[in-house]
């Protein structure tokens, strides 16, 4: 199955066609190669054809199906034959996000396409994805990853819980507790279950040394990779909080800093992000081409990317950019335009102005100070408060207008 007719199932197809074409998959799923296999994760992720949790399994009665077994003697043959996790893929505890606000959709229990579409389903395809790393070239790598981000990120949303790798077993007091000690208690225990499940699942969904095996093959065949597929590479990582070992990132810089002058700003966006939340320290070489091109294509690039771009450059390590950068990148954003800019970019852009300490034209403040008011009555409150904090940085005073729109 190739990629173009992989793609043209996420042109509203019926969903139980969909299905059906996903589930044909495990059986020739051996024949696949590393194209046809990074598409069919690419497409069925972009399809948010993901397993259902717990939760909804029990909602919806237990359905057992061929493919199901299928699926699972595959998954079972795939976690015997796994690689133990191997050094360079150390897992990031925190991720600091100073002044970037970032939308998270509420939890979805009922997002699988159908009962076949199961965890066991992505296992057995993410173990072919596993067998063939090696000769997966950089857009495939990319293509992967970002299906892996996809299924992380419905894990967190459907347990809304962050995933952890290694969940803590609850604490059991010695002590006889007291009625409030034991509601605290019954809660750890019930977070810790949860915990626990949401392991199990992505356990089954992701073979043992997966992201070490991606960041071993990525290292190797880094210097052929393009701008697309090096910034989906770095992007999928920081989204796993998976932080690469120096060698790596080392590599990572060298060839990223020859392909900018070739990317496009969402591009330019996702890496300058990306290596803001890794915290890398990128060479002076890899500065001077993200200068470059980030300002050569300010004027094409969209307000997610303009927001990326700024606060990436007010929060990268050892890292000051000139001011006549920050004002080329304002400028090419022109205020009229700004009243297209969500409340999230635009909340994050006047933080990035203030934190650089540029000072835009007066009418420039005005076209923002305008973009927020007409977001303030249905814009999160955080984000308003974020926009308002950043204009009385820069000295810039509305007046009660913002203020009154959110009451």
Request: hydrophobic letters at 45%.
């Amino acid at each position: 199955m190739s990629r173009a007719t992989i793609a043209f199932l996420c042109l509203g197809m019926p969903r139980r066609f969909v299905s059906n074409v996903l589930g044909s998959v495990l059986p020739v799923l051996p024949s696949c190669g590393p194209r046809e296999v990074s598409s069919i994760a690419w497409a069925a992720a972009r399809l948010k054809a993901m397993p259902a949790d717990e939760v909804t399994r029990k909602r919806s009665g237990a359905q057992t199906s061929q493919l199901r077994d299928n699926a699972q003697a595959s998954s079972a043959q795939a976690n015997a034959a796994a690689t133990a996790v191997q050094p360079g893929s150390q897992q990031l505890a925190v991720m600091q996000y100073s002044g970037f606000i970032e939308r998270h959709t509420s939890p979805a229990h009922t997002n699988s396409l159908s009962a076949g579409v199961t965890a066991q389903w992505w296992g057995a395809v993410l173990q072919r994805c596993f067998q063939l790393l090696p000769q997966f070239n950089g857009q495939d790598l990319s293509m992967v990853l970002w299906a892996v981000v996809a299924l992380q990120q419905h894990l967190e949303q459907s347990y809304q819980r962050p995933l952890h790798h290694n969940p803590q077993s609850a604490h059991t007091p010695d002590s006889e507790p007291g009625a409030e000690d034991m509601n605290s208690t019954q809660g750890q225990t019930r977070a810790a279950a949860d915990a626990r499940a949401q392991l199990r699942v992505w356990q089954q969904i992701l073979p043992v040394g997966f992201i070490a095996r991606v960041l071993q093959v990525s290292e190797k065949g880094m210097g052929g990779y393009g701008p697309q597929a090096l910034s989906g590479l770095v992007w999928a990582l920081a989204q796993l909080r998976v932080l690469p070992s120096l060698d790596w990132q080392d590599r990572f810089l060298q060839r990223s800093a020859t392909q900018l002058p070739q990317s496009a700003p969402q591009a330019i966006a996702n890496t300058a992000w990306a290596l803001t939340v890794l915290e890398a320290s990128p060479p002076p070489e890899w500065f001077k081409a993200f200068l470059h091109s980030s300002l050569d294509c300010a004027a094409l690039a969209p307000p997610a990317s303009i927001a990326q771009v700024l606060w990436s450059a007010a929060r990268l390590p050892h890292f000051r950019p000139p001011q006549r950068w920050v004002a080329g990148v304002c400028s090419a954003v022109r205020p009229e335009q700004l009243q297209h800019f969500s409340s999230q970019d635009l909340a994050n852009t006047l933080w990035a102005v203030s934190a650089l300490r540029h000072q835009p034209p007066a009418e420039w403040m005005q076209a923002a100070v305008a973009a927020l008011q007409r977001h303030a009555p249905r814009a999160p409150v955080l984000e308003v408060s974020a926009g308002l904090t950043s204009l009385a940085r820069l000295n810039y005073h509305p007046g009660a207008q913002v203020g009154g729109a959110c009451a």
